[in-house]
């Protein structure tokens, strides 16, 4: 059966609405000569950032496959697909901010980013441990959830500032 696993909604929201908090008043503020390019380049932008924010794992009884968009290919993010059978081991490496990101090795020595900000992370853990045999008790998200929360929540309010600025 094939599971699909989205990029969590608060991760999502959270780059967008940090992407308006911080564009929005570019077109409000730019010359008249600028304004239509301004607009321009934040619908552009905004289109982007939603785009690459749309990747997703799917897995299934025989692999395991990381998909991403056409402009995130282009900008350098690569699809990549692992054998169940092939995967050997989980790697932990430590970030400079503190936490642990998580590799699938394999039994080619490829290693591949176990992705962490996936919608029903516990359910996608236990389909990796299910099929690998691999114990996956130690990993988490990469940082909690309420940080990706109180981000969406500073980028609103500041959204919010701006329009009541700009209506005043």
Same mark, same amino acid.
């Given at each position: 059966?094939?599971e ?15 992407y ?15 304004k ?24 299934? /009884? /025989?692999?395991i496959?990381?998909k991403?968009? +056409? ?7 690569? /699809? ?12 932990t ?10 590799y ?19 359910k +996608? ?9 691999? /114990?996956?008790?130690?990993i988490?998200y990469?940082s909690?959830l ?7 929540l ?10 009541f600025?700009?209506?005043?």
């Open positions: 059966m094939i699909k696993f989205k990029t969590l909604f608060f991760v999502k929201s959270s780059l967008i609405s940090l308006l908090a911080l564009t929005i008043p570019i077109p409000f503020i730019s010359l008249d000569k600028f239509i390019p301004s607009i321009f380049t934040f619908v552009l932008g905004l289109f982007l950032i939603i785009n690459i924010t749309s990747e997703y794992v799917e897995t299934c /009884n /025989n692999k496959s990381y991403t968009s +056409f402009i995130a290919k282009t900008l350098g993010r690569k /699809n990549w697909e692992i054998s169940w059978k092939d995967i050997k081991l989980i790697k490496l430590p970030t400079s901010q503190g936490s642990k990101v998580y699938l090795n394999t039994n080619k020595g490829d290693n591949f980013l176990i992705p962490q900000r996936v919608e029903n992370f516990e +996608f853990l236990l389909i990796v441990s299910k099929n690998t045999g691999i /114990n996956i008790n130690e988490s990469i909690p309420w940080t990706y929360k109180l981000l969406t500073l980028s609103v309010l500041m959204i919010i500032g701006e329009l600025a700009f209506l005043n």
